[in-house]
Nanobody, 114 residues
Framework: QVQLLESGGGLVQTGGSLRLSCAAS????????MAWYRQAPGKQREFVAT???????TYLESVKGRFTIRRDNAKNTVDLQMDNLKPEDTAVYYC????????WGQGTQVTVSS
C-alpha cells in the first residue's frame, strides 16, 4: 500500500497564492504519474493537473498559466503551486498517484475569498 499525505491548504484572498504538497510513503515500487484533482461543494471531482515521471505536465484549461505542478522523484513528492487564485478555485484538493494501482490522499481544503 502507498499512502499519500497532502499539506498546504488554507484560506487566501482572490489573487493570492498557495502551494500544496503531497508526499508518498509506504510500499513504493515504481511511482508513476502523479496528479491533483479537486472537488467543490455539490460538484464532481475534477482533474486539475498531472505530471509524468519524466516531467511532462498537463493542466485543466481554467488553471493554465496560474497553476504549476512539479515533482521530486527522489523524495516521492508532488507539489502544486497555485497563483492568482480565484473564488472558483475553492475546493478540496486531492493528490493522486499510480503505483501498480491508483491511490488517493485524504484531501486538503483550499478556500479563496472574494
Amino acid at each position: 500500500q502507498v499512502q499519500l499525505l497532502e499539506s498546504g491548504g488554507g484560506l487566501v484572498q482572490t489573487g493570492g497564492s498557495l502551494r500544496l504538497s503531497c508526499a508518498a510513503s509506504g510500499s513504493i515500487r515504481n511511482l508513476g504519474n502523479m496528479a491533483w484533482y479537486r472537488q467543490a461543494p455539490g460538484k464532481q471531482r475534477e482533474f486539475v493537473a498531472t505530471i509524468t515521471v519524466t516531467g511532462f505536465s498537463t493542466y485543466l484549461e481554467s488553471v493554465k498559466g496560474r497553476f504549476t505542478i512539479r515533482r521530486d522523484n527522489a523524495k516521492n513528492t508532488v507539489d502544486l503551486q497555485m497563483d492568482n487564485l480565484k473564488p472558483e478555485d475553492t475546493a478540496v484538493y486531492y493528490c493522486n498517484a499510480y503505483d501498480r494501482q491508483w491511490y488517493w490522499g485524504q484531501g486538503t481544503q483550499v478556500t479563496v475569498s472574494s
